[in-house]
Structure formats: C-alpha cells, structure tokens
C-alpha cells in the first residue's frame, strides 16, 4: 500500500506519536510519502524519514490513500489538494475536535492494522464547486461549505438568491452558508441550521444573522444550482471556500453547484454518523 500524508506544523505537543505512527507505517512496509512543509517539520522535530519521501502539495503522488494527520482544517486541507483525484482519505486526529476524523492519534497502530487488511468502509461525500465573476478562484471545490459573508466592514448585504434559474429571495443580513450534508456540523450547525446524514443528497442555505425572523434555513436537492448577487453600500463582500476566503467586488454573482466528483471518507468498518454526533458533538447530553 502507497500513503501520502498530509498534516500541519502545530503539532509539537504530538511528536512522540506521529513518529510512532510513521515507524509503524514503515514497519509494516508501507511506502510512505508526506507532504514537503509537514517532512520539513517533522524532520527538525526529530522524526526519522529516512526512507519517507517528501513530494510538493501541487503534485500529489499516485497512492492508494492519502492520510490527514491533524483536525477538521488539516482533513479539509487534505481533501482542497487531494481534489478530482478521488483518492480514499482517512483521518488521525490530533487537533481539538476532528468531528471529520475516523481515529484518533493513540488508535493509530489499530487504525494501520485495519488499513492494511481492508477491514475499513469508504463513504462518498457530496463536495461543491463555486464561481464567482472577475476572481480567481483557485481551489473551487468545499467539503463543507460555501459562504457569503460581510468583509471588514458593518454594512449589512443583500443577497439576491436563485435556484436554478427560479427566484428564491433575497436575503439580508451578515451573509448566507450553502452546505453540504458534511458541513451541516459545522458553520451551517453554528447558524442555527439543521444537521444532516453525510449520505444525504441535499444542500442546505442557512443565513448568518439575517434581519428578518422570516429567513430560516432552507434544505434543497442537491443538484440545485443556487447563484447569489451580493449588493451592500461596502464595495466588497468575502467569499469563503471551507475557510480558504476570497475577496469579490459588490454586484458581483457566486454561483454554486454540486460538484462533478465526490470525497471518499474512510471510516472504521460498520461505524454510523451517530456515533460521531454522540461522541464529538456530545449529542444528547444532558
């Protein structure tokens, strides 16, 4: 089995068992590739590479899996260079939550374990593509979100909202998030909008702060094409891409839809997205 690993640089407190991981990964003969800013790291930490090949984020080798070693940003990370490739991902988590992580660091000689017998299941993860007139977006494609949101400035926007071509409504107030049923735990859930199952083939449009008790979240199909023209008295608006912002001119249009691939999300065998609600999220608990 060929891995590429992908991670992050704070994560010093975490040394003593990322190495162990790579020492495992090694052990066991599998090839072993990570990303160069993250071997970089590693190497002056004191991890041993010796044999662990670094490659450049913008050309990711040909593997089996790729590993994100980290929180929800780094798997995010992960899946923004991973792209098009539909390459399975699995997540270690070593950051706060890792609601999108399957294991966490101290699992790690199990989770290798059932890696390499094929003891996992991969789930498909609808992703979505945005577009935006005159900026250059470079990494289009979200996991969990796409949002409009106020940029530097207390001006409320106006966001005319369309499905397919049909007139929704415009929205006023801080901004709007389309989600996927991943990212329904994330800023959508923060918003007040409704968690979904990852399976499900919906989109939800979950406005921030809007200036009407009348704006509630709203669940579409998934194969909805949703173009939003932003107006406001700022002459910008922000446009974030899972977190990764872009700065687009008011009048401008975004346009979202489902994108022409998925993510594939390795999990532990038989594991339901409850257990994670439950466990991560705390679901239920009184």
Request: aromatic share 6%; with cysteine; proline share 5%.
């Amino acid at each position: 089995m060929n891995i590429a690993i992908f991670g992050n640089e704070y994560q010093q407190q975490h040394i003593d068992g990322i190495a162990c991981l790579v020492s495992v990964l090694r052990q066991r003969g599998v090839k072993t590739s990570v990303e160069a800013k993250f071997h970089e790291f590693l190497t002056k930490a004191g991890v041993e590479l010796a044999d662990v090949s670094p490659f450049d984020a913008h050309h990711v080798p040909d593997v089996d899996m790729a590993m994100s070693l980290g929180g929800d940003g780094t798997f995010l990370t992960t899946v923004m260079w991973i792209g098009s490739r539909q390459t399975p991902i699995v997540g270690i988590n070593t950051g706060h939550l890792g609601y999108l992580t399957a294991y966490q660091l101290d699992e790690a000689n199990e989770a290798v374990g059932q890696l390499l017998a094929g003891d996992y299941d991969v789930e498909e993860r609808t992703m979505l593509e945005a577009h935006c007139q005159g900026v250059d977006i470079r990494h289009p494609y979200a996991l969990n979100d796409i949002a409009i949101l106020r940029h530097d400035t207390s001006a409320m926007l106006e966001m005319e909202t369309q499905l397919s071509g049909k007139t929704l409504t415009t929205y006023q107030g801080d901004g709007l998030i389309v989600s996927t049923p991943t990212g329904s735990t994330a800023y959508n859930l923060s918003a007040g909008g409704p968690i979904m199952a990852p399976s499900t083939r919906c989109v939800v449009l979950s406005p921030v702060s809007p200036h009407s008790l009348t704006m509630r979240p709203l669940v579409v199909p998934d194969d909805e094409v949703v173009t939003i023209t932003t107006r406001s008295r700022a002459c910008h608006y922000q446009l974030s891409v899972d977190g990764e912002e872009h700065v687009c001119p008011t009048g401008s249009t975004v346009t979202v839809r489902k994108a022409p691939f998925k993510a594939f999300v390795v999990l532990p065998r038989g594991r339901h997205f409850t257990t994670a609600l439950r466990q991560k999220l705390h679901w239920g608990t009184h």
